[in-house]
């Protein structure tokens, strides 16, 4: 017990996440969010419009236009709330860890330290290939899920913040 210290820190003392540059994701991934939001959007007008010819429901026929409506003012929102999120999702890099911050209803920021990584992989979907993007997942121990996962990052960029983050935990241990 001779070495044992537990001195309180100062809050003053403490650096904050504020002060972190973080880089916003690539412009590109808000067309990607777009194209989500319509294809949802398309598939709810199919699905109303064969629900109309296949119901005989006297109600639904006379609330179709309304339901329509109703789904363009949902659209309308979704893709609204999708263009102001996009601004608020960037990540940052310091010498132990990653922090990725996203929400603009509902705000996140998670902080990784590189000591806890486990391993990451490099992801992309049918969108992220065609617009050139990837996604970088970062897991911890204990979970099958993701810890950070960072959408929106140029291929060659989020392999390379891969290798970094394997040469981080190498030197690391």
């Known amino acids: 017990m001779d070495g044992f210290s537990n001195v309180q820190i100062q809050l003053e003392e ?29 598939i709810s ?7 109309w010819t296949v119901i ?19 659209f309308v929102l979704q893709f609204l709330f ?18 990725y911050k996203s929400g ?5 920021i998670t902080t990784v330290p590189f000591n806890r990584v486990q391993h990451c992989e490099v992801s992309q979907g049918v969108l992220d290939r065609y617009f050139g993007l990837a996604k970088l997942k970062i897991f911890t121990a204990g979970g099958s899920a993701s810890d950070v996962s960072i959408p929106g990052l140029l291929l ?6 891969k290798e970094f983050i394997l040469e981080k935990i190498k030197t690391d241990e």
């Open 14 to 42: 403490i650096p904050s996440l504020g002060e972190l540059n973080y880089v916003p994701l690539e412009r590109k991934y808000l067309n990607i969010l777009l194209l989500n939001s319509l294809l949802v959007f398309i």
């Open 45 to 51: 007008i199919v699905l109303l419009v064969y629900l």
């Open 56 to 74: 005989d429901k006297q109600w639904f026929q006379n609330n179709f236009q309304w339901m329509l409506v109703g789904l363009l003012a949902l």
């Open 82 to 99: 999708a263009y102001k999120s996009f601004s608020y999702k960037a990540y940052g890099f310091r010498e132990a860890d990653i922090t």
């Open 104 to 108: 603009w209803l509902w705000r996140s």
């Open 156 to 161: 060659d960029q989020a392999s390379d913040l």
